[in-house]
C-alpha cells in the first residue's frame, strides 16, 4: 500500500507501472533481494531496491550489486534523500560481500552518482536493425511459448566464449526473468540440431513508443556467430508480423556487439537524440575489491534483460 502510494506521487496512477515495479521487487531465486526506505512522519517517501547475485568471469565468480526503481517523493526531493538511499545500499553491499555494485541511471539521475564518486563506465551502444523478412531467412529457428528446460548447457557454452563479466544465469532466473512478468509479452525463439540439442536462444518483446511498435532484443544465447543470422531472422520475422519496422538492441560488450552486427544489426550514431543507456558502477572501498573489475562498460556483457526499463 505505501509503495502503491509513492509509485502513483512519482508516477501517477499507472496499474500497469506498480504492477510491474512489485513484480522486479519478488523474490529473485538466483539472488537476494531488499529495499532501503526512507520514512517521515509515518509515510514512506522514498525507497531504493537492491538485489545482489552472482557475475562470472574469465576467472572467477564474484558477488555483485544492482540498483533499480529507485524512487523520492516529490515534495522530498533535493533534500538529500536519494543521496542517503544510495549510500545505505552501499553499506548493506559491501556488509554482505558485494565486490561492485551497478545500475543504469537517466539522464536526471547520472549526475547525481558522479557527485558520490561512481565510475562513469560509459553508454551502451544502441543498435538497430530493419525487421522485413526479406532481410535474412529464418533457417531452423522456430518460436516456442517458453524457456527452454535445458537452457542451462547453452548458457555455459555461450559465456564461456564471451571473455566480458556477465550475470550468472541459471534455468531458474531465465524462468524468473521472463515469465509472467506483469506488462510484458516476451517472444522467444529458438534453434536446435537434428540431435535435438539446443543451440540458440533469444528473447524479444515489442512494446508501442509513441503509439508506434517497436521491437527489442532483450536476451542471446549461442553456440557461436554463425548461429546468430538465422536466430534474429527468425525473431526479426515476429515482430515484422506485429507491426514493428525496426528492431533495437543494446548491449556492452565489444565481442557482442560485433556479433549482432554479423547479424544485420547496425550501430546507431551516438550523436542522433536517441535514450543514452548510461551504466555507472561503485567498486567495494578496499584495494583488492574491483583491481581485476571491468573499469568501462565493455568489460560487462550486459543486455536490456539486465534492466529493461525501456
Known amino acids: 500500500m505505501a509503495v502503491g502510494a509513492l509509485i502513483e506521487a512519482c508516477y501517477g496512477r499507472d496499474e500497469g507501472y506498480q504492477r510491474a515495479y512489485e513484480s522486479w521487487s519478488r523474490s529473485c531465486p538466483t539472488?537476494?533481494?531488499?529495499?532501503?526506505?526512507?520514512?517521515?512522519g509515518g509515510r514512506l517517501v522514498g525507497v531504493?531496491?537492491?538485489?545482489?547475485?552472482?557475475?562470472?568471469?574469465?576467472?572467477?565468480?564474484?558477488?555483485?550489486?544492482?540498483?533499480?526503481?529507485?524512487?523520492?517523493?516529490?515534495?522530498?526531493?533535493?533534500?538529500?534523500?536519494?543521496?542517503?538511499?544510495v549510500?545505505?545500499?552501499?553499506?548493506?553491499?559491501?556488509?554482505?560481500?558485494?565486490?561492485?555494485?551497478?545500475?543504469?541511471?537517466?539522464?536526471?539521475?547520472?549526475?547525481?552518482f558522479s557527485r558520490l564518486g561512481w565510475t562513469d563506465l560509459g553508454d551502451r551502444p544502441l543498435?538497430?536493425?530493419?525487421?522485413?523478412?526479406?532481410?535474412?531467412?529464418?533457417?531452423?529457428?522456430?518460436?516456442?511459448?517458453e524457456v527452454p528446460r535445458d537452457i542451462a548447457n547453452l548458457v555455459d557454452r555461450h559465456r564461456a566464449r564471451i571473455p566480458s563479466l556477465m550475470l550468472a544465469r541459471p534455468q531458474a532466473w531465465w524462468e524468473w526473468r521472463y515469465s509472467d512478468r506483469?506488462?510484458?509479452?516476451?517472444?522467444?525463439?529458438?534453434?536446435?540440431?537434428?540431435?535435438g540439442e539446443l543451440r540458440a536462444f533469444a528473447v524479444g518483446?515489442?512494446?508501442?513508443?509513441?503509439?508506434?511498435?517497436?521491437g527489442f532484443l532483450l536476451d542471446f544465447l549461442a553456440d557461436s556467430p554463425e548461429q546468430l543470422p538465422s536466430l534474429i531472422a527468425g525473431l526479426s520475422r515476429i515482430m515484422a508480423r506485429k507491426g514493428a519496422p525496426a528492431a533495437f538492441a543494446v548491449v556492452?560488450?565489444?565481442?557482442?556487439?560485433?556479433?549482432?552486427?554479423?547479424?544485420?544489426?547496425?550501430?546507431?550514431?551516438?550523436?542522433?537524440?536517441?535514450?543514452?543507456?548510461?551504466?555507472?558502477?561503485?567498486?567495494?572501498?578496499?584495494?583488492?575489491?574491483?583491481?581485476?573489475?571491468?573499469?568501462?562498460?565493455?568489460?560487462?556483457?550486459?543486455?536490456?534483460?539486465?534492466?529493461?526499463?525501456?
Open 31 to 40: 539472488g537476494t533481494e531488499g529495499s532501503m526506505v526512507v520514512e517521515i
Open 48 to 85: 531504493q531496491p537492491m538485489l545482489l547475485q552472482d557475475w562470472v568471469g574469465p576467472e572467477s565468480t564474484v558477488r555483485g550489486a544492482v540498483l533499480f526503481g529507485v524512487m523520492v517523493h516529490p515534495d522530498w526531493r533535493r533534500k538529500g534523500l536519494f543521496s542517503g538511499l
Open 87 to 112: 549510500r545505505a545500499c552501499e553499506r548493506e553491499a559491501w556488509a554482505r560481500g558485494a565486490a561492485f555494485i551497478l545500475t543504469m541511471p537517466n539522464e536526471r539521475s547520472a549526475p547525481g
Open 127 to 145: 543498435f538497430v536493425k530493419a525487421t522485413l523478412p526479406a532481410l535474412g531467412r529464418s533457417g531452423s529457428a522456430r518460436e516456442v511459448r
Open 182 to 195: 506483469p506488462g510484458r509479452r516476451y517472444t522467444f525463439v529458438e534453434i536446435r540440431d537434428s540431435y
Open 205 to 214: 518483446t515489442v512494446r508501442r513508443i509513441n503509439w508506434i511498435p517497436v
Open 252 to 310: 556492452s560488450s565489444r565481442e557482442v556487439g560485433d556479433e549482432l552486427s554479423s547479424a544485420g544489426f547496425r550501430l546507431v550514431p551516438r550523436r542522433l537524440p536517441l535514450k543514452r543507456f548510461h551504466t555507472v558502477a561503485r567498486y567495494r572501498p578496499d584495494a583488492s575489491a574491483g583491481s581485476e573489475l571491468p573499469s568501462t562498460v565493455s568489460g560487462w556483457n550486459l543486455t536490456l534483460g539486465d534492466w529493461d526499463n525501456l
